[in-house]
């Protein structure tokens, strides 16, 4: 079960920590990941990291911005999002998957909203 929060209102350049909670299982050898969907838009990857080693990768509109971590002892994931832009503005999900699929994320948290004033 994942479940995230930490979305809200803020001005453009400001800041916020998402934090995505899970449980259920042990996630070792899982990689944890944050997605987006903004208003009539698909969803769209934001960053992943594998749980064992915090390998993390970004897509290149967020990258220098958002930084995606974990804190194994808490089973959580974060994403820290400074610099924030209007076009960031997207309900934001995070997601979980065994490293051994290479496809496709089974499991999904409730989305957190957050907005981007201009």
């Known amino acids: 079960q994942l479940q995230a929060f930490g979305g809200g209102l803020v001005q453009a350049g400001g800041s916020l920590r998402l934090s995505c909670a899970a449980s259920g299982r042990t996630f070792t050898n899982w990689e944890m990941a944050w997605f987006r969907r903004a208003p009539g838009k698909e969803r769209d990857f934001v960053a992943r990291?594998?749980?064992?080693?915090?390998?993390?990768e970004y897509t290149d509109p967020v990258k220098g911005r958002f930084t995606i971590s974990r804190d194994t002892a808490k089973n959580s994931v974060y994403l820290q999002m400074n610099s924030l832009k209007p076009e960031d503005t997207a309900v934001y999900y995070c997601?979980?998957?065994?490293?051994?699929?290479?496809?496709?994320?089974?499991?999904w948290g409730q989305g957190t909203l957050v907005t981007v004033s201009s």
């Open positions: 997601a979980a998957r065994s490293m051994a699929r290479s496809i496709g994320w089974p499991y």
């Open positions: 990291i594998t749980w064992n080693v915090g390998s993390t």
